[in-house]
């Protein structure tokens, strides 16, 4: 499984911004999906999290400002990041995961700032 990130950018408060993650390969072992961010001089931590189901987990800080989504037809997940704030500047990392073994894609570079 291969995973492609993109969407990064600068952003002002209060943006938006929309990430995606293309995913190729074998996609029948893939359960779970999501995002985690680092922010400079911090560990990783999971940002959101979607599972084949279409259940959806957020880390606290972001709930009700970030959406993730996925479309298994174009095998594509995305983050719609809305009201943004200088401290969700960070790299985002997308992931995939089943039956233990985890996937990941390259980081694509988030900066909210005036």
């Known amino acids: 499984v291969q995973l492609q990130a993109s969407g990064g950018g600068l952003v002002q408060p209060g943006g938006s911004l929309r990430l995606s993650c293309a995913a190729s390969g074998n996609m029948f072992k893939i359960i779970n999906t999501g995002w985690y961010y680092q922010a400079p001089g911090k560990q990783r931590e999971l940002v959101a999290a979607i599972g084949s189901g279409g259940i959806t987990k957020y880390t606290d800080s972001v709930k009700g400002r970030f959406t993730i989504s996925r479309d298994n037809v174009k095998n594509t997940m995305y983050l719609q990041m809305n009201s943004l704030k200088p401290e969700d500047t960070a790299v985002y990392y997308c992931?995939?995961?089943?039956?233990?073994?985890?996937?990941w894609g390259q980081g694509t570079l988030v900066t909210v700032s005036s």
């Open positions: 992931y995939a995961e089943g039956f233990g073994k985890y996937y």
